[in-house]
């Protein structure tokens, strides 16, 4: 166990220096690049509808969770095969690779954690505990739905690398189905049941309003958010084990 953690840092630590090695913005291009995209849909979107105070927020927090779905499911897709080399030399357990890729992701939503905290000086948001808690829970659902599918979709990535492109763009589909830029109140009753199906729809909602209004947070919050939590860990055991069966046959194909 102390190698298997041990290993997973390695992994982690060397992902993350290797991504920016020969960049001069290095670290700073995390920030930025949700920054820009915020910046973009806020100065649109603001002018042609009139939003409460906290929009300013809830977008920057929504771009923020979509930037850790998306990155996250790329980097477990690719994952396998950026260490093909490293998995032919060594025996140690191959999840370890797809856990590391994904937790990078992880590690830059929190990064940008500290752009959302200097946002909330000039728009006040207001945490309790309990609203911390939900927030947490729905980080946690993101992360284990993206290991879930990169557990599956890893697998799938050394035999089919057309899945690449067909990923970018079912993410950008998925972008523009979760209500990142507006509010779910905005579309019709017919579209809204469409949109609460996808999952990311309550994770992002919900973790808008523990941290950005925490006081309004009730019990039934986390009964629904915790139907996507349960969801998240059955697709990660599920995908784990597919994982686990199929990793032995790939290596001919790397």
């Given at each position: 166990?102390?190698n298997?953690?041990?290993?997973?840092?390695?992994?982690?630590?060397?992902?993350?220096?290797?991504?920016?090695?020969?960049?001069?913005?290095?670290?700073?291009?995390?920030?930025?690049?949700?920054?820009?995209?915020f910046?973009?849909?806020?100065?649109?979107?603001?002018?042609?509808?009139?939003?409460?105070?906290d929009?300013?927020?809830?977008l920057?927090?929504?771009?923020?969770?979509?930037?850790?779905?998306?990155?996250?499911?790329l980097?477990?897709?690719?994952?396998?095969?950026?260490?093909a080399?490293?998995?032919?030399k060594?025996?140690?357990?191959?999840?370890?690779?797809?856990?590391?890729?994904?937790?990078?992701?992880?590690?830059?939503?929190?990064?940008?954690?500290i752009?959302?905290?200097?946002?909330?000086?000039?728009?006040?948001?207001?945490?309790?505990?309990?609203?911390?808690?939900?927030f947490?829970?729905?980080?946690?659902?993101?992360?284990?739905l993206?290991?879930?599918?990169?557990?599956?979709?890893?697998?799938?990535?050394?035999?089919?690398?057309?899945?690449?492109?067909?990923?970018?763009?079912?993410?950008?589909?998925?972008?523009?189905?979760?209500p990142?830029?507006?509010?779910?109140?905005?579309?019709?009753?017919?579209?809204?049941r469409?949109?609460?199906?996808?999952?990311?729809?309550?994770?992002?909602?919900?973790?808008?309003?523990?941290?950005?209004?925490?006081?309004?947070?009730?019990?039934?919050?986390?009964?629904?958010l915790?139907?996507?939590?349960l969801?998240?860990?059955?697709?990660?055991?599920?995908?784990?084990?597919?994982?686990?069966?199929k990793?032995?046959k790939?290596?001919?194909?790397?």
């Amino acid at each position: 166990m102390f190698n298997y953690y041990e290993l997973l840092k390695q992994f982690i630590s060397t992902d993350f220096k290797l991504r920016y090695k020969n960049s001069y913005l290095g670290i700073i291009w995390i920030i930025l690049k949700p920054l820009a995209t915020f910046a973009v849909i806020y100065l649109i979107w603001s002018n042609i509808f009139k939003m409460d105070a906290d929009y300013k927020m809830g977008l920057l927090m929504g771009i923020m969770i979509m930037n850790m779905f998306s990155e996250g499911v790329l980097n477990g897709l690719t994952s396998l095969m950026s260490k093909a080399g490293v998995i032919l030399k060594i025996n140690f357990s191959r999840e370890v690779v797809v856990i590391s890729a994904v937790t990078i992701s992880l590690i830059d939503f929190f990064i940008n954690m500290i752009v959302f905290a200097i946002f909330s000086l000039s728009t006040p948001v207001h945490p309790t505990f309990i609203g911390l808690l939900l927030f947490l829970m729905a980080i946690v659902s993101v992360f284990l739905l993206v290991l879930g599918l990169s557990f599956f979709s890893s697998i799938i990535y050394i035999r089919l690398r057309d899945i690449h492109n067909l990923t970018i763009v079912i993410l950008q589909l998925i972008f523009w189905m979760t209500p990142i830029y507006y509010q779910l109140e905005m579309l019709p009753l017919n579209l809204q049941r469409y949109i609460k199906l996808n999952p990311l729809t309550l994770i992002v909602t919900y973790a808008r309003k523990g941290m950005i209004n925490g006081a309004a947070v009730r019990g039934e919050d986390f009964l629904q958010l915790g139907m996507v939590f349960l969801i998240s860990i059955i697709l990660f055991s599920v995908g784990l084990i597919f994982f686990r069966k199929k990793i032995t046959k790939i290596a001919e194909y790397f």
